[in-house]
C-alpha cells in the first residue's frame, strides 16, 4: 500500500473508531427477526448495524447463515475504510463502471486491499476463510506474531501468514484448532470478524514508533514470504532472474542481488533446511528492536534448539521503501562458545511457553536444581561450559520433571 493510502485509511479509521465510541451509547439498533439474542455472534451482528456498516432485508431479517459475496465485502470494508476514490479506469472485465458495486470494488484494488484473477473480479462469488483473511490482513495491517496458528494452513500456503495474522490479533480462534480455509464466510462471521478487527484496531499504542509486535511481525512476516518465493522458484525450476520480481516485493534491491542470489543455487525444496528461522515464542524470552531513524529497523533476538536447529543469535535490518519495509539485512550465529547462556528465569519461561504451545490451560513451573555441562562449539572445537536447569512442571494434565540447557534453550 502507498504511503498516501496509508495515511487515508488510518485517518478514516481514526474518524471511524472516534465515532463508534462516541455513538455507541447514544443510537439504538434495530433487532433482526433472525438474530436472538442467543445467536453466537449477536453482539457483533449489533454493533456492525449501530455503526452503520450493515443492513438487513426489507422484511426485518439479517440471513445471518447466508454467504457472504466477494462484492459485499468490499461494500462493508469501504464503508469502514472510508477510502479515497477509485481511478477512473475499469480493470476487471466482470465490475464495469455501472456496475452497482464498481467504486468499493475499486477503491479497495486500488489499495491493495482485494484484487482479481485473470482479468475479472467474480463479485458474485462467495469468499473463503483464507481469502477474508488476507482481505482483513492487508486492511487493518495485523501483526503477525504467531507461527503455525493453525493445524490446516501449512506453511507454504499462499494465506499461511494472513491467517497467522489473525489469531495473532484475536481475530480468528479458529475450530478444534482448524482454520478452514476454504470454507465460504457467512454474513454472521463476517460481521464478527470485522467488529473484531475494529476492536483489535482500538487496542493498539497511539504511536507512529515501530512497536514490538510489529518488529515481530515483521521478523515473522518478510522471512517467510522471502523463503516461500525460493522454494516455489526453485521447485518449478525457474532462474534467479525470474523470481527476482516477487523477492523485490519483500527484500532491497541490495539484500536480494547479495544475500539471496548467492542463496538460491542451494535452496532445498525437499528437506527442513531453511535461509530463515522460524521464531515461535523466542521474541517472549529475548527480543531487542531499535529504530534510529524512520525508515530504518534493527532486530536482535534468539531462535532456540528445537531438533532442527541448534539455536543460534538472529539479527535482522529492514528498510523501508516507498512507505514500504523490506528486509534489508540478516545474520545468524549458531550457539557455541558464545551461547545465550540463559538465567534460570528465561529457562522458566521457556517451559512455560513450551507447555502452553502443547495445549497446557494452565503451567505452574518450580526450580528444584541446577549443575554444570560441558559442549564443544561445533565450528571452532573448543569446549565450553554451560548449566543445565531442573525443575517441576505442574499443567492440567499431570506434573513432570524437565530440564533446560542455558546455551541453546534445549528442553529434556
Same mark, same amino acid.
Given at each position: 500500500?502507498?504511503?498516501?493510502?496509508?495515511?487515508?485509511?488510518?485517518?478514516?479509521?481514526?474518524?471511524?473508531?472516534? /465515532?463508534?465510541?462516541?455513538?455507541?451509547?447514544?443510537?439504538?439498533?434495530?433487532?433482526? %427477526?433472525?438474530?436472538? %439474542?442467543?445467536?453466537?455472534?449477536?453482539?457483533?451482528?449489533?454493533?456492525?448495524?449501530?455503526?452503520?456498516?450493515?443492513?438487513?432485508?426489507?422484511?426485518?431479517?439479517?440471513?445471518?447463515?447466508?454467504?457472504?459475496?466477494? *462484492?459485499?465485502?468490499?461494500?462493508?470494508?469501504?464503508?469502514?475504510?472510508?477510502?479515497?476514490?477509485?481511478?477512473?479506469?475499469?480493470?476487471?472485465?466482470?465490475?464495469?463502471?455501472?456496475?452497482?458495486?464498481?467504486?468499493?470494488?475499486?477503491?479497495?484494488?486500488?489499495?491493495?486491499?482485494? =484484487?482479481?484473477?485473470?482479468?475479472?473480479?467474480?463479485?458474485?462469488?462467495?469468499?473463503?476463510?483464507?481469502?477474508?483473511?488476507?482481505?482483513?490482513?492487508?486492511?487493518?495491517?495485523?501483526?503477525?506474531?504467531?507461527?503455525?496458528?493453525?493445524?490446516?494452513?501449512?506453511? =507454504?500456503?499462499?494465506?499461511?501468514?494472513?491467517?497467522?495474522?489473525?489469531?495473532?490479533?484475536?481475530?480468528?480462534?479458529?475450530?478444534?484448532? *482448524?482454520?478452514?480455509?476454504?470454507?465460504?464466510?457467512?454474513?454472521?462471521?463476517?460481521?464478527?470478524?470485522?467488529?473484531?478487527?475494529?476492536?483489535?484496531?482500538?487496542?493498539?499504542? #497511539?504511536?507512529?514508533?515501530?512497536?514490538?509486535?510489529?518488529?515481530?511481525?515483521?521478523?515473522?512476516?518478510?522471512?517467510?514470504?522471502?523463503?516461500?518465493?525460493?522454494?516455489?522458484?526453485?521447485?518449478? %525450476?525457474?532462474? /534467479? #532472474?525470474? !523470481?527476482?520480481?516477487?523477492?523485490?516485493?519483500?527484500?532491497?534491491?541490495?539484500?536480494?542481488?547479495?544475500?539471496? *542470489?548467492?542463496?538460491?543455487?542451494?535452496?532445498?525444496?525437499?528437506? &527442513?533446511?531453511?535461509?530463515?528461522?522460524?521464531?515461535? /515464542?523466542?521474541?517472549? !524470552?529475548?527480543?531487542?528492536?531499535?529504530?534510529?531513524?524512520?525508515?530504518?529497523?534493527?532486530?536482535?533476538?534468539?531462535?532456540?534448539?528445537?531438533?532442527?536447529?541448534?539455536?543460534?543469535?538472529?539479527?535482522?535490518?529492514?528498510?523501508?521503501?516507498?512507505?514500504?519495509?523490506?528486509?534489508?539485512?540478516?545474520?545468524?550465529?549458531?550457539?557455541?562458545?558464545?551461547?545465550?547462556?540463559?538465567?534460570?528465569?528465561?529457562?522458566? %519461561?521457556?517451559?512455560?511457553?513450551?507447555?502452553?504451545?502443547?495445549?497446557?490451560?494452565?503451567?505452574?513451573?518450580?526450580?528444584?536444581?541446577?549443575?554444570?555441562?560441558?559442549?564443544? &562449539?561445533? /565450528?571452532?572445537?573448543?569446549?565450553?561450559?554451560?548449566?543445565?536447569?531442573?525443575?517441576?512442571?505442574?499443567?492440567?494434565?499431570?506434573?513432570?520433571?524437565?530440564?533446560?540447557?542455558?546455551?541453546?534453550?534445549?528442553?529434556?
Amino acid at each position: 500500500m502507498k504511503k498516501t493510502v496509508q495515511i487515508a485509511v488510518w485517518t478514516a479509521l481514526l474518524l471511524l473508531l472516534s /465515532f463508534v465510541t462516541a455513538e455507541s451509547n447514544q443510537v439504538s439498533a434495530k433487532e433482526f %427477526k433472525d438474530v436472538r %439474542k442467543s445467536h453466537p455472534n449477536y453482539e457483533a451482528i449489533q454493533s456492525m448495524q449501530k455503526a452503520g456498516y450493515i443492513n438487513g432485508y426489507p422484511d426485518g431479517t439479517f440471513r445471518p447463515n447466508e454467504k457472504i459475496s466477494r *462484492k459485499h465485502v468490499a461494500k462493508l470494508l469501504n464503508e469502514a475504510l472510508k477510502l479515497k476514490n477509485p481511478a477512473s479506469k475499469a480493470v476487471y472485465s466482470d465490475v464495469p463502471k455501472n456496475h452497482p458495486y464498481y467504486t468499493p470494488i475499486m477503491k479497495l484494488s486500488q489499495a491493495g486491499i482485494v =484484487s482479481g484473477s485473470n482479468g475479472k473480479f467474480n463479485p458474485d462469488a462467495p469468499i473463503t476463510r483464507i481469502q477474508m483473511a488476507k482481505v482483513l490482513d492487508l486492511a487493518f495491517e495485523f501483526n503477525m506474531t504467531t507461527q503455525r496458528a493453525f493445524e490446516d494452513v501449512y506453511s =507454504s500456503h499462499w494465506g499461511y501468514t494472513h491467517a497467522n495474522a489473525l489469531y495473532s490479533s484475536g481475530v480468528a480462534k479458529g475450530d478444534k484448532g *482448524k482454520y478452514l480455509p476454504n470454507a465460504p464466510v457467512t454474513r454472521a462471521h463476517y460481521a464478527e470478524f470485522l467488529n473484531r478487527s475494529i476492536k483489535s484496531v482500538q487496542s493498539r499504542p #497511539n504511536t507512529t514508533a515501530v512497536t514490538k509486535d510489529k518488529a515481530w511481525d515483521l521478523s515473522n512476516r518478510l522471512p517467510h514470504q522471502i523463503e516461500m518465493a525460493l522454494v516455489e522458484g526453485k521447485s518449478k %525450476k525457474q532462474s /534467479f #532472474n525470474k !523470481i527476482r520480481p516477487k523477492l523485490l516485493s519483500f527484500a532491497t534491491k541490495e539484500f536480494t542481488d547479495d544475500l539471496l *542470489k548467492e542463496y538460491y543455487p542451494n535452496v532445498c525444496t525437499e528437506c &527442513d533446511s531453511f535461509l530463515f528461522p522460524t521464531l515461535y /515464542f523466542e521474541p517472549n !524470552i529475548r527480543f531487542d528492536f531499535k529504530q534510529p531513524t524512520p525508515e530504518t529497523l534493527h532486530v536482535q533476538t534468539i531462535e532456540l534448539w528445537d531438533g532442527l536447529a541448534q539455536g543460534g543469535f538472529v539479527d535482522y535490518t529492514f528498510k523501508k521503501k516507498s512507505g514500504k519495509w523490506k528486509l534489508d539485512g540478516y545474520t545468524y550465529k549458531t550457539v557455541g562458545t558464545k551461547n545465550f547462556q540463559l538465567t534460570s528465569e528465561e529457562a522458566k %519461561k521457556i517451559l512455560t511457553e513450551s507447555y502452553m504451545s502443547y495445549g497446557a490451560r494452565y503451567v505452574n513451573v518450580s526450580y528444584v536444581s541446577q549443575q554444570s555441562a560441558k559442549g564443544t &562449539d561445533y /565450528f571452532t572445537k573448543k569446549p565450553y561450559t554451560y548449566t543445565v536447569y531442573k525443575f517441576t512442571v505442574e499443567t492440567d494434565k499431570g506434573r513432570e520433571s524437565a530440564a533446560v540447557h542455558s546455551a541453546n534453550g534445549m528442553v529434556e
